[in-house]
């Protein structure tokens, strides 16, 4: 298991994380669009869509600004008989804080 994984270092989702970025091992044709999105879905950030290609040797890379206590990142595509497939995903996290801050 790959260092920092959720699975090696148990993850318990209770830290404020900032999601920078992701990189993806990705082949297929068309336009791979991509969403960060929060817990039930209430705030989310749309990165820059990834121009797929059949076969390259690039792992593209895409900012993201989004912090939150845990994230999913949606991929899809728009337009029928776009396809691809993803081989490798790398989200780059860092923790920010320990907790929001308190409102009192």
Do not use: C
Not at 8 to 33: A, P, Q, V
């Amino acid at each position: 298991m790959a260092f920092g994984s959720a699975t090696s270092h148990g993850s318990s989702g209770e830290n404020i994380s900032h999601f920078t970025g992701t990189r993806m091992r990705l082949t297929g044709s068309g336009s791979l669009k991509m969403t960060f999105k929060s817990l039930d879905e209430v705030e989310e950030q749309e990165l820059v869509p990834f121009t797929m290609q059949v076969t390259t040797n690039r792992e593209p890379f895409r900012l993201a600004n989004f912090n939150q206590q845990r994230a999913m990142l949606e991929g899809y595509t728009e337009v029928i008989d776009e396809v691809f497939r993803v081989n490798r995903i790398i989200i780059f996290v860092k923790e920010l804080w320990a907790d929001y801050p308190s409102g009192d």
